[in-house]
């Protein structure tokens, strides 16, 4: 059977999470305790036993969903052909080391990185983010372009489901602009900042820097990239699609049916929560997902 493995991104996270694994599996273990000594912090007490506020912190959070997805691929017992890895934002990094274009090393360091940096440029550039439900992708792109500040369409995650991103004042404008148009429901997002708006500037181009420093390879299948929601497998592309993510909206809904177009149409999601699975039933419900 041909199938795409999906990952998930930021918020799928939850106290205990790798536990069980890193319990039962000596090749798991071997991960979360690689992964301490590259990010120079126990970050295993804060996964397993920690609390909720301290695991929620942007510089915590995505290598901890990074490093679970990683180990539930390298665990996976599924059978059949990987014709595809996609990733959901910060899941694009664990897609790319499944499909062996980098290594679970230079991932993590990758992700420490570009946490790190994303916390800084929410700090130099505050914002935030919400939810819309129940509206077209054309009226909530036409809302954001009549608002005077900065705020932009940042996760294009299914059907009737899109988020917006940008500075606070001008989330408050478009949310009164959006429920005028008759959007269900306009919900704000409990996020550190403005992800993938012009705002994340700042940490584009520190990653841009870090990432010519790491060793890519030609991956095993191909990486449907959030930026441009199509299967990628040049590493050069890859790398600037990797570094442009993060001022750009994650085509999440695009790159799905692209995957189907190629003929995949059964979807493995790996890493903590279920997110993406239901995001790719409303996608497209006659797709088998797991």
């Not at 372009?145 to 004042?169: D, M, T």
Request: glycine share 8%; charged share 20%; with cysteine.
């Amino acid at each position: 059977m041909r199938y795409a493995q999906v990952f998930p991104g930021q918020g799928s996270q939850f106290i205990g999470m790798g536990k069980d694994l890193f319990d039962q599996f000596e090749e798991a273990k071997k991960y979360f305790l690689e992964a301490n000594r590259v990010l120079d912090f126990k970050i295993t007490e804060i996964m397993f036993e920690g609390n909720q506020s301290d695991l929620t912190q942007t510089n915590v959070a995505q290598p901890a969903i990074f490093i679970h997805s990683i180990v539930k691929s390298k665990l996976s017992q599924k059978k059949g052909e990987i014709a595809g890895v996609a990733g959901h934002s910060l899941g694009e990094f664990s897609a790319l080391v499944a499909s062996n274009s980098i290594s679970f090393k230079d991932g993590l360091e990758l992700v420490k990185i570009r946490a790190n940096e994303m916390k800084r440029a929410c700090e130099v550039n505050p914002g935030t983010m919400a939810a819309v439900i129940g509206l077209g992708n054309q009226i909530v792109e036409d809302c954001c372009l009549k608002i005077k500040n900065i705020v932009v369409p940042a996760n294009y995650n299914c059907p009737g489901q899109i988020v917006v991103s940008g500075e606070n004042s001008a989330i408050s404008d478009v949310t009164r602009l959006l429920n005028e148009k008759g959007a269900r429901k306009v919900i704000p997002l409990n996020v550190g900042g403005a992800f993938h708006s012009p705002l994340m500037l700042p940490a584009k181009k520190k990653l841009e820097k870090y990432i010519q420093k790491i060793q890519f390879k030609k991956p095993s299948c191909l990486i449907y990239q959030n930026s441009v929601g199509k299967g990628v497998s040049n590493v050069e592309e890859i790398k600037k699609n990797l570094v442009h993510q993060l001022i750009s909206p994650v085509l999440w809904a695009q790159s799905i049916n692209q995957m189907i177009a190629d003929d995949i149409k059964n979807f493995v999601e790996i890493g903590p929560g279920r997110v993406l699975q239901g995001l790719i039933k409303k996608i497209d419900p006659k797709v088998s997902v797991s």
